[in-house]
């Protein structure tokens, strides 16, 4: 294989990236929404820590927390052409722990009751195919593809992580767990836009538009404290990434997000103050260091979050890939 052919290997799988729970700050992160070629096994390994009001899960605002929060997500993938589409599977399970403290003074507890537990937090199982400008083109032919816009469909479903129902009123230092003992799906519209004009290196925007349904947790962890059930309103998110290479392994970017709604519901109550309203940027970073191995990380922040939802995020993973070759050796 040639220098060219090299430098073109390099540049197709520096943009498969996956991440973890698209709640945890900025979504599933920078360049995981880019097309590559079929026939690509990946895995993602990754360190997220963050200090937010926000359960561990990501999805759940507790005005009264403060929360640090060890995440550990690996993320199983391949690519495959269906019908001549790029399509993608993807199956994620994420360990992790927190420590804080929460103000449950209105469940006549402490003002400041410590809080800590570990597990795991909630893991998915995510489908994805191409619509628009998205074929499924193995290796040599993905190569010669010339950038342009692509759209996908994605499914995405939330298994619950750990999960203790059972709380001790005299020690209720586990009442926020790492699971949320229940399912989510998600349904949007990846979509990935090149633009600049360097036709080789263009800066892409990918914009993912999604929304979230939520089934009833029947039996939550707060049934000490009086409540039958708990569910949650619909979220709707909008995820933004603006990244370019600087150099054929390099890349940098900005990350900006906003979501809506998500509001908590006790007992067929609206907790109007739990709303997700939350816009959130941050910058990333990305290195490839083989053609099999790609690292990166990034700083987002909630920028502004109604009724002072509050999440600040530091994010370090490695990509390892596999794609038969062979074709371009010959």
């Not at 943009?15 to 079929?38: T, Y």
């Not at 809506?260 to 067929?268: K, S």
Request: aromatic residues 14%; hydrophobic residues 40%.
């Amino acid at each position: 294989m040639n220098h060219k052919n090299f430098l073109l290997l390099i540049l197709c799988i520096i943009s498969i990236n996956f991440s973890i729970k698209n709640v945890f700050a900025q979504g599933d992160g920078p360049r995981a929404w880019m097309l590559g070629p079929v026939n690509l096994f990946g895995i993602d390994a990754k360190w997220i820590n963050l200090d937010q009001n926000i359960v561990p899960s990501g999805s759940i605002f507790i005005p009264e927390a403060d929360l640090t929060v060890n995440v550990f997500p690996v993320t199983f993938l391949y690519t495959f052409s269906l019908g001549g589409r790029y399509a993608m599977l993807q199956a994620n399970i994420a360990p992790g722990n927190f420590t804080g403290t929460a103000d449950l003074s209105k469940y006549g507890l402490s003002a400041n009751q410590s809080l800590s537990n570990s597990g795991l937090a909630d893991g998915f199982f995510s489908f994805r195919i191409g619509l628009i400008g998205a074929p499924g083109l193995k290796i040599g032919k993905f190569m010669q593809k010339k950038p342009g816009f692509s759209m996908m469909g994605m499914f995405r479903t939330w298994y619950s992580g750990t999960y203790e129902s059972t709380v001790s009123v005299s020690d209720p230092s586990n009442l926020v767990n790492m699971g949320t003992n229940r399912w989510t799906f998600e349904i949007g519209l990846p979509m990935v836009v090149p633009f600049g004009g360097n036709t080789k290196m263009p800066f892409w925007w990918e914009t993912v538009p999604s929304v979230e349904f939520y089934t009833t947790n029947t039996d939550p962890s707060i049934t000490s404290f009086g409540a039958k059930e708990t569910s949650q309103q619909p979220l709707l998110n909008w995820e933004n990434h603006i990244t370019k290479n600087l150099t054929p392994k390099f890349w940098a970017g900005i990350d900006f997000r906003l979501q809506l709604g998500g509001a908590n519901i006790v007992d067929d109550s609206v907790k109007s103050d739990t709303k997700l309203n939350i816009f959130g940027g941050g910058v990333s970073i990305g290195y490839q260091v083989l053609p099999f191995l790609s690292l990166k990380g990034s700083y987002d922040e909630i920028i502004w979050g109604y009724n002072g939802a509050d999440s600040r995020m530091f994010r370090l993973g490695a990509t390892f890939t596999y794609v038969n070759i062979s074709s371009l050796k010959k």
